[in-house]
């Protein structure tokens, strides 16, 4: 625990004027990011006593080390700071809406020749209009099938597509009149947007306008007898109104708002989010968060439009925004919308009507996801701590292993050895910090040598991010009489370099305050306080194996000095773990939940190990003598191949045959011949039954 008077800042060296600033921990990690319309007040607010702090505050300033600000022109510009910041360093005190989903949109590609209708989930893209989110994909599919009656859009993909414009031949969809077919030329092009850009008008809300057209197109044909097509244009009006009913109108017409509401408790916040456009709510959804900074309801709702509207533009962002609570600084949010929209936005506190009754509609559903996420993390929390604490007690730990690192090796015969490493932090899979190896040391088949070189090399390069933030001190000689020499620096090139010994070779050096003060004083980027590689220690490594895997992983650790990471091995056969130095394994009950959280590590890290080993199997089953040719891409590669039909075709040709391929001049064409006559043919295959040589065309591959 860091003492934060070691890094607090003199205040004369604190600006007056707005800015954002950072705290780092010992190992230059961003762990806390925030905004002031005054840096000098803000920050030093923080360096008051521990006790007048609140609990979160303390426990912040004392894990870290140093605290640095870059100065803006104005408030609006340190909101986006701020956000960008958070974005991009991910801190662990800042507020962070998870989302245990993601969330489908209705989405049109106005960026394509033919625009297409369809379900889109994740980043959005430039020229791609999105209406939603919606709550299920089933809810878009239904809306989109009643509307295609009206505006038979495009909905099929580019494969589908291409091969429709192939054949001549339109989909089930055109023929059933659900799809204009532009792949065969029914509508131009022009005509094909038009329609899209008509979709997209009815889903925005402007619907009244083609209701009346088609009942009054339909009345027309009624008149002149043309009762067929009368049915047809009733049909179509009904199928716009039952797509309209799926989402019921709440508030007056043409109506754009988001709504927001939070429920909160002393350490969790629920955010529900209700998105109305022309008068009717078109999506919802909700975000969960931790509570891991002194924040109130007004900094939640200011976070929650950080992050719903920090990557948006346009009509994305609302006229409207509705909140329980405003901001800290109304006035730079308001403004900050606004240049996001391109226009006025209205931030405010439903007072009266019906957007306050919705507003207290959207509060339940925030109240009621609060309570279910509870009821469901409670017993999570239970389960993964008495997990965490079996562990500890059965490998004898001092405390909980809250980081757990598990290393499998994976081959086929002795062929593509590789090994992987996965990360489990509080009981739960990170996937962001796993890793693959290949293996480099040696050829051939042997686990132990393998489990050895991963562990050396995952360590040594913990020990070089050391070495390179100043937590370690160069050993001292040894004494007269001792035997030996001292050791090395991590990263040494001696192969008997062991290291320095963590928590061992003395107390690390006080941090020095880097204060950057102008918004163009760039940091270096070893020191930007993103997440290294290899950079966190484990407070656990597991090893898929027994004795002797569990053996070569100590010996590794013990070649790099490395003394306080414990390391076990849990082996299939019989599920038991095995500790170094031990000549009997660790036993733990079948239904004990720490055996069950060590079988998922293990199985997780071989599931990780076969995927990578099957892939490189695969890139190398795949390759082709061609690979080798320097300048050669793959789209003349296939040149090549289409051209003569085989490799084996190809490897027969004359240089004067291949110039004759399209791109390929001479000195080209020579290379290829020459990687070909350099590699032999495969031998034919034999049918053992006839005795027949079986002329195999070996496409592109040999």
């Not at 980081?403 to 962001?432: N, P, T, W």
């Not at 370690?472 to 035997?483: L, N, R, V």
């Not at 500790?579 to 009950?589: E, G, N, R, S, W």
């Amino acid at each position: 625990m860091a003492d934060p008077s070691s890094y607090r800042p003199s205040p004369g060296q604190i600006p007056d004027s707005p800015g954002v600033y950072k705290f780092r921990d010992e190992h230059r990690r961003v762990i806390y990011v925030g905004k002031a319309k005054n840096l000098r007040q803000r920050v030093a607010n923080y360096f008051q006593d521990l006790a007048n702090l609140h609990p979160r505050t303390r426990t912040m300033v004392t894990t870290a080390a140093s605290v640095e600000w870059t100065v803006v022109s104005t408030e609006v510009e340190a909101l986006q700071l701020e956000y960008t910041w958070i974005k991009e360093f991910d801190p662990r005190f800042n507020v962070k809406y998870r989302d245990d989903k993601s969330y489908p949109y209705l989405a049109v590609t106005l960026n394509e020749e033919f625009p297409r209708v369809q379900v889109m989930r994740g980043a959005k893209k430039k020229g791609v209009r999105y209406f939603g989110p919606y709550g299920h994909a089933w809810a878009i599919r239904e809306t989109v099938d009643l509307m295609l009656r009206v505006f038979p859009v495009r909905t099929c993909s580019a494969g589908v597509f291409k091969n429709a414009a192939r054949t001549g031949r339109p989909c089930l969809l055109g023929y059933i009149d659900k799809c204009s077919a532009p792949c065969v030329g029914r509508v131009t092009p022009e005509e094909h947007r038009e329609l899209a850009e008509d979709f997209c008008d009815f889903m925005a809300g402007r619907t009244g306008t083609y209701i009346r057209r088609l009942e009054k197109d339909m009345m027309q044909a009624a008149e002149e007898m043309e009762y067929e097509r009368a049915a047809r244009l009733r049909d179509d009006a009904e199928a716009l109104k039952r797509a309209m009913e799926k989402s019921a109108v709440v508030l007056a017409d043409a109506t754009d708002a988001d709504l927001i509401a939070v429920a909160e408790d002393e350490l969790e916040a629920a955010l529900q989010i209700f998105h109305v456009r022309g008068g009717r709510v078109r999506g919802q959804r909700g975000w969960v968060t931790d509570k891991v900074e002194a924040v109130d309801t007004s900094g939640l709702v200011e976070h929650a439009l950080q992050q719903l509207y920090g990557e948006e533009r346009g009509d994305a962002v609302p006229k409207e925004v509705l909140v329980p609570a405003l901001p800290e600084d109304t006035e730079a949010v308001s403004q900050w919308l606004a240049e996001r929209r391109g226009s006025q936005v209205s931030l405010r506190i439903p007072q009266r009507g019906d957007k306050k009754d919705l507003m207290a509609t959207v509060q339940r559903n925030a109240q009621q996801a609060l309570g279910l996420h509870k009821t469901k993390r409670a017993s999570d929390l239970t389960t993964r701590s008495r997990a965490l604490e079996e562990i500890a007690e059965a490998l004898g730990l001092d405390t909980a292993p809250l980081r757990i690192e598990c290393y499998d090796i994976s081959h086929l015969q002795g062929d593509d050895v590789v090994a992987s490493m996965v990360v489990f932090e509080d009981g739960l899979a990170r996937k962001s910090e796993y890793r693959r190896f290949q293996i480099k040391g040696f050829e051939g088949q042997d686990d132990v040598r393998s489990m050895h070189e991963v562990i050396g090399r995952r360590f040594k390069r913990y020990l070089q991010e050391k070495e390179r933030t100043g937590e370690w001190e160069e050993p001292q000689e040894p004494a007269s009489g001792a035997t030996g020499s001292a050791p090395a620096a991590p990263g040494s090139t001696d192969p008997g370099a062991t290291g320095p010994t963590p928590g061992v070779t003395g107390p690390v050096p006080a941090p020095v305050l880097t204060a950057a003060s102008p918004a163009d004083e760039i940091e270096p980027r070893e020191d930007d306080g993103r997440p290294k590689r290899f950079a966190y220690p484990p407070q656990l490594v597991v090893v898929d194996g027994g004795q002797p895997q569990v053996a070569a992983a100590k010996r590794a650790l013990d070649e790099l000095g490395i003394d306080d990471i414990a390391v076990c091995g849990l082996a299939k056969r019989l599920e038991e773990v095995w500790l170094p130095d031990d000549d009997d394994p660790v036993v733990l009950p079948r239904s004990s939940e720490g055996l069950y959280l060590l079988q998922r590590v293990r199985d997780e890290a071989h599931r990780f190990a076969i995927t990578y080993q099957r892939a490189k199997r695969a890139k190398r089953i795949r390759s082709s003598p061609l690979d080798d040719v320097t300048g050669l891409g793959e789209t003349r590669k296939q040149a090549l191949i289409k051209h003569f039909g085989s490799v084996k075709k190809l490897r027969q040709a004359t240089i004067e045959e291949i110039c004759e391929v399209p791109g390929i001049g001479r000195r080209t064409a020579e290379s290829v011949a020459a990687a070909l006559a350099s590699t032999a043919p495969a031998a034919p295959a034999v049918n053992t039954a006839t005795g027949e040589i079986m002329e195999e065309d070996d496409g592109g591959a040999s």
